[in-house]
């Protein structure tokens, strides 16, 4: 061989070794994200970002004929004007449209009759910008609810609680705000199996279109039922239009559904005793068990965040007296640690879990926080809180929290006035304190008496709305993430119904 | 004696001339080109020859009549080539045997120049169809078995004595037959004339007789035939003519196929190719009859009788090659080189016919059914985009409608698309299939005219076996890889030519002969650069690959020790390179920077496949999977590389580093290193295809001519292993050609975008495609997240849409709309996209591979649902995704109202409140830069394309006044409505720059022409001005003595240069 040869036969080696060496071994590529919701969770929030073109609110709605009435009550947090634009449907068909500017740090309550009358009026209120929170406040005859409205479109909905006995009556309302159409498959669960109505499978929701299904017809006579929507095609909203009357459940509950299930829940309010039932409805839509733990954290704090729950801090114990405004976070926090009660929620199927039965809670108020251990079997959870109001049974029904933030907003004109009260959770190991400022033209006001409210550690503060408040939508804002509900009597006619919801909690984008 | 840039030899033949002992010879030279060397050369050695300059090279016969009118007073005249030494006593001996039989021609005895004991010509004879017969056989010895003056039919113009008065009564040669077939012309005129043609075998002239090596640009067998079909249709009368017309059409047929059978393809070739040259040359023919029947002085009969040959020579020919082949002269023969009968193929041509028969079969089972069918839409294969006139007229235009319109240059694709378009007269279907068919031909043809060289027929065969069996060309159809099979169609005529310029051996072709080699070499640079041009017109990185292609043969060639011409190779393909940037001027200026390097490939990076090396080295990129028996083939270049001597295992050694440098670029895009696209992947790995090719050329002809009789050694046991390589390597193959279509199926998104609603009647739109670019079918621009975004015009992708530039600015609102949906800032997505009749926003979703496990949608599909304004299309597939947009406006649209209203206003925050429902399409048009219509009054007419001042409406004669609208587009306010006509103002400086462009190409055809074959017009030139020169004679020989005994300029020569050196012709002078 020459020695010209060997350059050659070296790089001729040189290959055929790296073609042995080099074999194929295609890597796990991610796949892209981009366009995927930042915000995994559904809880109504409203959003605090700037660069955001434009913005949709979703209400299911609630009747407007035959003496009923629907509102939506539509706040704008910004210092500048909002303009909106609302598109109303009918059940019917009948539809209406208004643009309005929402003046700045303001609200406006807008009824839904006034766009089209129906057996149901659902409506998009499409918001040309950030920092708007819409809800609806539907009067039925039997009650009066509210809800916040929903922030976004899912193609799964998920009810944990439901009742059908013969003096219940459960609608479920399915609202289309696509172009195009919906083709959805409802189940329902009870304690024994889980149903799928004929009627209910295959479904159509027309694009720009709301229905509303008797879920009674499909499952009758059930103390609790879930359901579950499952939509091909255009997404949807999805709601419940409730009534009861019964010595366990009395009330009118038009509440918004949840579009998926989650590891943890929280619940501000309450309470066991005498006076008090309280249910959590546990629903666990998946193929797998789910292991639950429900933290029940004293009024008074624990000190400590409840075992498996996520923590936003730690910090030393406070304590608080329950239904009062704390002046001070130095107090020293109950020390006991909260023992979690621990239930498995069959694959499919939903728990009924009785704080009464509970013998480890203790009497009085408490929040609860409900956590998946794992996070595989994500599960939905609503709380069923009968109490006594003047002598007589009122049943709220209140679907958790999946946020805890600093900031959140109560915007329902009935809260604000005076008689309501807010109920501020905090999970964390660590005590803070919280402000409420009445949203005016002037801006973000304390209310007297609500600038410094001391929030424990593992605990919760019951904070009633004074008359000062204004009427003005409120801001609560505290160091550190909490969970807000509010609570106020409505009365419509001879009825009075013990209204509460979740506020709206500030994200940002 | 005619002179063309004679070689070593020529001295010898000036000797032999000057020794004559003819006492009354005058010689007379008549030297075609710029020869001044030569003329030096001849007045040393003939100091009272005569020169005369002719400028052009009008071919031999037209350059001879010259002498008729140079010449005065003598009696005869003796033409002769420059290859020719005449013994001392030729010419004296041709004369007095033409005062003894009173012959008119007579022609002497040829041998062979080196060989003079072998004959050459005796005489020839000739059939009633022109195909002439040699006297003597092939390698015949001169045993003086010939040596009898005796009636010939016709005799070579190599030595040719006339009467010049016959001479003049004939016109002299037939001016319009250059070379090959003068000498049957000339003879049977003079039959005809009732004059004798006698060979006088006394007179003995050694002949070099290889044209084919000093005018490779000549086709000797075509010109043969092409002329003695000529002649053989002047000669005869009309009444003979119908029945020697039928005869052709009979041999035609017949000769057609028994030349295949019996190997002789390019002798059918050849004679196929006359037929239609002279049927396209019918009116000439009849005044050549004319001036044949004014010369006639016997019948046909009697010609006929004088002809020499009973039947068909062709038939008497074949009979005697094969039994010069059982005798064993072909050998001899091969030896002697420059017959022409070995032009033919000789041994050889049988092997030829098989393989090719073999290969074409293969290729057209292989895509029989894409033939047959259809061409399916798949990765670069997209649907044609429009007739040859809508392409044309685009072209020419200057607006480019692709994305959202511009006056962007133009891809010179479109206009060869647009050129296809016209050749298959506007058919939708077969422009697609030849892109895929054709190159697959192509490139088998041009692997075997690279590797034919290097070695034998069984040499190049086994070349040609492995580049056409090789998985690459299966796969590159089974991706739908247009750049791959383009390179795979041109890369080997591109190394054919770097190989050429190179000038390495056996590639030396036309090199060491002076002016005539530099222009051949220009010319192949040209031609590297036209087809660069042409290639690149479609897939930009080809010159690269070109360019990269010419280094590694020269760096192979500096590692072989054979570097003499690799850096002129180098030098002369980047000037290709740059010549072909101009031939695709102006669309070459959007590929230069500051564009982003990935224009250049056409789409943006990808993620990487990561196949590995060995899947590359075994072309296993495509459906084909049973390639990896093919890592094989490069067994005979290994071997090849160790036993190959000789320029054997110089291209062996050129091909290993070509096949490494294509591995490498393929790897390195393979692994992401080099930013590309998968679809570019046959192209990088075409250069590796071609090193395969030439190394089972280089290992079959090294074992034939290093191996083969050696003793027994590894290296007959590693030709054993390289040759099973060779035939394992073949059967991938089989499996690809059962599906006949390469295992291309189509991407099945193409059919489901027929299943989208059809927009309402006179509107256009567009398609807006998101997803990852393996995913998405055109080249798009880059997104986020390694997504890309892509617009097509209606609602199929076309080849159009295949070139990708910078998006424009209104392009890059696109990406900017869906920022905002997918960061959940708007819910309006669709009225942001409106104005761009952006109609369907489709997603592509990755196949899943069972249906147990089915794909997941990407995420910006969440985005897309949540937008109000988009509808969901139900398409029954999950491959894609699709969304209508409830909001979009047609391309060409009349609005009122809000919409009017809102195209004043700019910014996605102004459009996400707009109403854009109260449009109308409108001005509808085939044409991309046309429309007409009715306009109403109060309205305002959009146009989504990019605001550009040539857009121009006119609406009842007036022209309106031009806005922009949405911030970006272009729209009119019409006041009062009446018949609208819209349309693009082209400005003047495009059409000057595609005027130039065309020039440039016409310049290029046409100094291609000129370096090969002289100049289109020269020969005619020349040959009309040889017919109508009025040049006063310059050789009295009725006067009282030579005109002059030095060389006088005449005509268009000029004189020698005082600093012409004259050239060393060796020789005994």
Redesign the interface.
Known sequence: MTLRRLPLVALAALVVAVVVADRSHPEAVSPPTYGASPIGQSTPALVDSTGVLSTSWFCPGGPTTDGRTTFLTLFNSNDDAREVALSAVTEGGRTGRRTLVLPPRNRSVLSLGSLAVGEDTAATVTVYGAGVAVEQTVAGRSGVDTTPCADATSSTWYLADGSTTSDAALRLVLYNPFPNDAVVDVSLTTVERTVEPPDLQGAVVPGHSVRLFDLAQAAQREQVVSTAVSSRGAELVASRIESADNPSRRGFWSKLAAARPAQTWWFPDGAKGADASEQFVLYNPGDADASVELSFLPAGGTGAPPAGAPAPGAAPTTATTPGSAPASTDQTANSSLVEPVSEVVPAGTFLVVDVNSEKAVANGRHSTVINVVGDQTPVVAERVLTRQVSGRAATTVLLGSQLAVTDWYVIDEVASHGGGNLVIMNSAGLATTAAVKAIGPAGAVDVPGLSSIAIPAGGAADVPIPPSAGGFPLLVQVAQPVVVEWQAPVTLGDNTSHVTSLAFPVVGN | MVVHEPGSWFGETLSSLGAQDYPNLRTLFLLTGDQPEVRVGIEQRVPDAIVVSLGDDPGFGPAANEALKLVEGAGFFCFLHDDVALDRSAVSELVAETYRSNAGIVGPKLVDWDRPDVLQHVGLSADRLGVVLDACEPGEIDQEQHDAVRDVFSVPTACLLVRIDLFRALGGFAPDIDYYGDDLDLCWRAHLSGARVLVVPDARVRHRERLPERRPDLDPIALTERHGLRTSLSAPTVVHLVGLAVLHLFYFLTGAVVGLVTGQARRVRAMIGAGFWQLVRLPALVGRRRRFQATRAVSDAEVASLQGVRGSARLREYRRERAARRAGRTGRLSELGGDLRSQVGGEDARTNVVIWIVVIAVLVIGVRQLVLGSVPQDGELLAWPAGPSVLLREYLGGWWSQGLGGTRSIPSGMAWSALLGLVTFGADGLPRTLLVVTPLLIGAIGIWRLVRPIGSSQAAAAGLAVYVTAPLAANAVGTGSLSGLLAYGALPWVIHLLARIHAAPPFVGAAGMGPRARRLRRADVLVLAGITAAVGAFVPPFALVMLGAALALALGSV???DRAGSGRMVVEALVAAVIAGFLNLPWVFGLLPPAPAWTIFGTVPR?P???????L?AFDFGPNKIAALS?VM?LP??VA??VARSHR?AW??RA??L??AG?AVA?LADRGTLASSPLLIPLFLTPYAIALALGATCFVAAFQNDVRGTTLSWRQLAGVAAFAGLIIGVVPVLPALADGRFGLQGDRRAALLALLPAPPPGASSRVLWIG?PEQVPLPGWP?????VYALADDQSATLRERWREEPTSAESLIAQDLD?????????LGRLLGPMSVRFLLVPAPVAASTAAPA?A?????????Q???????LGDDSLVAF?N?AWIPVRAVATGATAAASRQAG??AL??ADLGATEPALPSPQPTTGAGSVPDNSSVLLSEAVDPGWQLTVGGRTESRRTAFGWATAWDVAAGGNASLRYRTSPSRYVLVALQVLLWIALLVLVRTWRHGPPLSRWRARRRVATSTTAAVLDLGASGPAGSQSAPVGVGGGASPDAAPTDWGGDA
């Open positions: 590692v072989v020790g993620d496949q990561r196949l590995g090396l060995g899947s080295a890592v490069a270049l290994l590389l160790v295992f062996a050694g290993v580093v096949g490494t591995l790897w990852p997104l986020a997240d390694k997504l905002l949906a997918a960061s959940e800032s708007t819910d309006r997941s990407p995420s910006i599909v969440d985005a897309l649902d949540r109000l304004d988009l509808r969901r299309v139900e209508e409830t996605p925050e996400s409140r």
